[in-house]
């Protein structure tokens, strides 16, 4: 849209006549997020309630069409990017969050972890590590007084706060292992996902040779990185029928994942009220 016709709409944001301004909002939907940055200018020096709560809501369907649109792109790659989706949930609240930023912390914590490991580590040992300084060093844990709170969803929020919930902090704790190279994968366990370390090799040697899982151990974020064994996986099938020992061989999708992230905060507004964040925030799940 040229610059002259685009000055026009907005100067018609302020009309009275709601079939008006309704045509008006439809045009201006149809803009790119680059009109923003003027509409948080006008809504800056005016004075009329009107117009700046017009402008908010803009700027916030603006805004949410473009990380949707973000979203559905990321979702629709052959291999996905666990870090970009989660960081793109939580620009969803936080338009402005800058990438930079957000993973320049996570390279720092995993520097922590790194500077303590080394080859001679076994694998149990370099979990130890990674442990000590996402747990201990850095505190981060569920947040166990407020699980219903939204932002235990957005990565940012978690990385100030140190609080989430058994996904985010699931999520958080493989990007971090990831970044040391360390195999971990999702296991769509109930209530709370698990973390594998996949090594065929060293599974075999240690379970035997009829093992047929390459999932060395299994990780439990929410519960200071514990260490859990096969036993313990046999055991709670003993207690629940309705699963399968095959659902907890195979890692599942980092997309999965984000999903029940975003299943989550659902949850979470619709539980405080939030219809719109829910509308808005199921749509996007359906793309996943």
């Known amino acids: 849209m040229k610059n002259d016709r685009l000055q026009a709409l907005i100067a018609l944001l302020d009309d009275p006549d709601e079939t008006v301004f309704e045509a008006v909002e439809q ?5 790119d997020a680059r009109i923003v940055d003027q509409l948080e200018q006008i809504w800056e ?5 009107l117009i700046q709560n017009r402008i908010e809501n803009l700027i916030q369907q603006i805004q949410f069409a473009e990380t949707r649109t973000k979203i559905l792109n990321w979702a629709n790659q052959k291999q996905i990017d666990l870090f970009e989706g989660f960081f793109l949930i939580s620009q969803y609240q936080y338009p402005d969050l800058k990438l930079k930023q957000v993973r320049s912390k996570l390279q720092k914590i995993s520097n922590d972890v790194w500077l303590e490991i080394s080859n001679k580590l076994t694998s149990l040992e370099k979990i130890t590590v990674l442990n000590h300084i996402f747990y201990d060093t850095n505190q981060f844990s569920v ?10 969803c957005y990565l940012n929020q978690i990385l100030e706060t140190k609080k989430g919930n058994a996904i985010s ?5 493989a990007l971090i292992a990831r970044e040391l190279k360390f195999p971990v994968q999702f296991i769509n366990f109930p209530k709370t996902p698990l973390l594998a370390y996949i090594d065929p090799e060293l599974a075999k040697e240690v379970h035997g040779k009829d093992y047929k899982s390459s999932i060395l151990f299994y ?19 003993n207690k629940n029928d309705q699963y399968d020992i095959n659902d907890f061989n195979t890692p599942c999708e980092d997309k ?4 029940k992230l975003l299943e989550s905060l659902i949850e979470s507004y619709d539980s405080l009220g939030y219809q719109d964040k829910v509308d808005d925030l199921g749509r996007i799940a359906d793309f996943l």
Request: charged share 20%; proline share 4%; with cysteine.
């Open 256 to 259: 999965l994942i984000i999903k």
């Open 219 to 237: 990780i439990n974020p929410s519960n200071k990185g514990a260490i859990i064994g096969r036993k313990e996986i046999d055991f709670f099938l």
């Open 169 to 173: 902090i699931a999520i958080l704790y």
């Open 143 to 152: 947040n166990l007084n407020n699980l219903s709170s939204p932002q235990n």
């Open 45 to 49: 020096t005016s004075l009329d309630e």
């Open 27 to 31: 045009q201006l939907l149809c803009e």
